[in-house]
């Protein structure tokens, strides 16, 4: 089981041996690792990076030496550091093969790879906390228009990958058959942050029944945002 921690701020390093994950409930990306940890069974230390609290902590220099980029997650097992949601879980899918997340055939693979793909390089990018935020404070746009855009972008993408999947016609109470892989792991974070902003999910009916089989999970229940130390 999954046991996330605590820790003394967003640029405490991991110790060697260890394995960290720096995250914030909300964010979706942090949230596809945290299922990606649960399923493969893998204890870790939750160092919470508050996206909101001082101005944005993963905007702090402390937070910048762990990644340059100022996002959510970054991973550290070993002394080592891994960006980027995809990178971390297929790396984990590697080095802790039990339960994969990836199917065995090349062509399995590319589906699923495409699935998750769609969501983390498509849908997700352009309703990102920074670009909404550069879409208020910098464009200057209204609340209306802002939430526009962020419905326009993600009701669009999700339909998409609704028909996606469906033509994939794998079957199985998972994206790509019947058991969670990758693509579950970005699935469900996407479907949280369209409830959250309240986008109309009614021709999604095949990825809102993958939706509810994975939060029948234990490993889907511990990584969502209201089970997190820093929900609160």
Known sequence: M???GTAAGPGTPAHDGSRSLYTYFRSSAA????????????????IPVHLLKDGG????????????FGLVPAYAEDGRTL????????YLDERYPEVPLLPGSAWERAQ????????????????????????SQTLELPETAKQQWLHHWMQSGLESLEETVVRMGQGGDFCAGSAPTLADCCLVPQL????????DLTRCPRLLAI???CAARPAFQSAHPDAQPDAA
């Open 2 to 4: 999954t046991a996330p």
């Open 31 to 46: 949230y596809r690792v945290r299922i990606a940890l649960g399923l493969k069974g893998l204890d870790y230390e939750a």
């Open 57 to 68: 902590q993963q905007l702090s220099p402390a937070y910048r030496e762990v990644n340059p």
């Open 83 to 90: 960006t980027q949601s995809l990178a971390i879980i297929e």
């Open 112 to 135: 699923v790879r495409q699935l998750a793909l769609a969501v983390a390089c498509e849908i997700h990018p352009i309703n990102n906390l920074r670009v909404l935020k550069y879409l």
């Open 192 to 199: 949280f942050n369209a409830r959250r902003f309240g986008v």
């Open 211 to 213: 939706d509810q089989a």
